[in-house]
């Protein structure tokens, strides 16, 4: 529901504090074409609403549209205009059949002609009832009418559905997660968004939508680089007798956006970044770091200790295949800080997931954080009762400056160091262990993952990769 109001931007709850998850909230916006590129753009919008009136029951909602200014209602319900009605009811059936004694007992002096195909003003009446549908969450009992400014618009996630993908990997992120990620980096024409750990272009591919221009890093040099031809038993570097291939560049074909500035075999713990070239132009950061709950992220080089840097043969430079070792969560988190910091021009937002506990009283508390960057938002996606992952998006609010982020590097590892409990993916690994049955530990999937290992190999089994 929208309200005409000064620059800044209120969110309340339209049922109050006693419900968390509600379905309706009241927003204040400016004007009404910012609610309109609101509504067009955010995905998870169903439609934004000029509130003309909330009540619990018919009688409340009639005396708040009566309520309502006269001047804001008298030019939609004006002779020679025409309007129509729909109906958008929460958890509950029948609205339909409903609507002309809604509108009866609601006393909307119409003036207007109705007309369904083409009105000129399009209006919602939504009950809001979950107290019979015992599965959806339970806000109290609404009753809402107001007049439409602008619809959502999912079109894009049916556009970009995985599951007509010409070119996937095993952990291509979902089209509406993509799309919401790249709302909350910003993506826009004239900025850059990067994506650190492109795979295959899922992200990328939805900032590219929105009109930014791209870029993405890999570890893995065969997934960007090779691809793979067009049959179900292909793997990664092997082609078509013709010589052709799918790959990242294939996606963004097959879409018809503005392929990448550029796709780099490049290592986030090594950015192949000279001084003074991408540093703080970034538009946006988006990332689905591979933060290993089961399986650990990898950083360039090798297990085995050398005493001396070693060159790859010139026969061997097309194909050769870098070493690579464990890459540890706390690492990992403060090179994208570091990335953060470092790339993305003021104002610029970073936006990737994290692990969570959902018993951790505090979400927030195993965050990282630096000087440069303010935590914005934080969301959790419940996997089950214990955990799930977390959204995280933060804005760049200060200029980077290589000696505090130095300093709060190190201060980051000394902290890691000196607690004595385990840190996030050591708890979270030990939740999805021990939530496995014995039972559980029979089938080909846990094998899969875990083998014949015990809970105690499993997490030595970490700790000593770090």
Not at 10 to 26: A, I, M, N, Y
Not at 296 to 320: A, N
Not at 401 to 409: G, I, L
Request: net charge negative; aromatic share 8%; hydrophobic share 35%.
């Amino acid at each position: 529901m929208y309200g005409v109001a000064s620059s800044s931007l209120e969110w309340s709850r339209v049922d109050g504090d006693d419900c968390e998850e509600t379905p309706f909230h009241f927003v204040s916006l400016p004007d009404e074409e910012t609610a309109r590129k609101i509504a067009t753009r955010a995905i998870l919008v169903r439609g934004v609403l000029e509130c003309w009136g909330i009540g619990d029951d018919a009688e409340g909602l009639k005396r708040a549209v009566a309520a309502y200014p006269e001047e804001r209602k008298a030019p939609f319900l004006a002779e020679g205009t025409t309007f129509k009605v729909e109906v958008e009811d929460f958890g509950t059936k029948g609205g339909h059949s409903q609507l002309i004694s809604r509108l009866e007992s609601y006393d909307i002096p119409f003036r207007g002609r109705a007309n369904l195909r083409q009105p000129d003003h399009v209006f919602w009446s939504v009950v809001s009832d979950a107290s019979k549908t015992a599965s959806l969450v339970q806000p109290p009992k609404k009753v809402i009418f107001g007049r439409l400014i602008g619809r959502g618009d999912r079109s894009p996630v049916k556009t970009y559905e995985l599951s007509k993908r010409v070119y996937l990997g095993p952990t291509s992120m979902d089209a509406e997660m993509a799309l919401l990620m790249a709302n909350m980096a910003h993506a826009r024409p004239g900025g850059m968004v990067l994506d650190p750990f492109c795979g295959t272009g899922s992200m990328i591919i939805a900032a590219a939508h929105y009109g930014a221009m791209t870029m993405g890093f890999d570890i893995d040099i065969r997934v960007i680089k090779y691809g793979k031809h067009d049959m179900k038993d292909s793997k990664f570097g092997t082609r078509e007798s013709d010589g052709t291939t799918l790959n990242v560049w294939s996606n963004f074909n097959q879409y018809g956006l503005q392929p990448p500035v550029a796709l780099l075999h490049a290592d986030l713990h090594a950015l192949p970044m000279r001084a003074h070239g991408l540093e703080g132009t970034l538009q946006g950061i988006v990332a689905d770091p591979p933060y290993g709950v089961r399986a650990g992220g990898r950083k360039s080089g090798s297990r085995k200790h050398r005493d001396t840097d070693y060159k790859i043969s010139e026969e061997h430079l097309d194909d050769h295949i870098p070493s690579t070792r464990p890459y540890l969560f706390g690492e990992m988190n403060d090179d994208l800080m570091e990335l953060g910091a470092r790339f993305l021009a003021i104002g610029g937002r970073m936006t990737f997931f994290m692990p969570g506990i959902l018993a951790d009283e505090d979400p927030i508390a195993d965050l990282p954080t630096h000087p440069s960057l303010r935590l914005r938002w934080h969301s959790i996606e419940p996997f089950n009762a214990v955990w799930g992952r977390r959204l995280v998006t933060y804005e760049k609010v200060a200029p980077y400056d290589p000696e505090t982020s130095a300093k709060t590097r190190s201060d980051a590892v000394a902290a890691r160091e000196a607690r004595d409990d385990p840190d996030l993916i050591d708890r979270v690994r030990e939740l999805v262990y021990c939530q496995a049955s014995a039972e559980d530990r029979k089938n080909a999937r846990y094998k899969k993952f875990f083998g014949d290992k015990t809970k105690a190999d499993v997490l030595a089994e970490h700790r000593r990769d770090a």
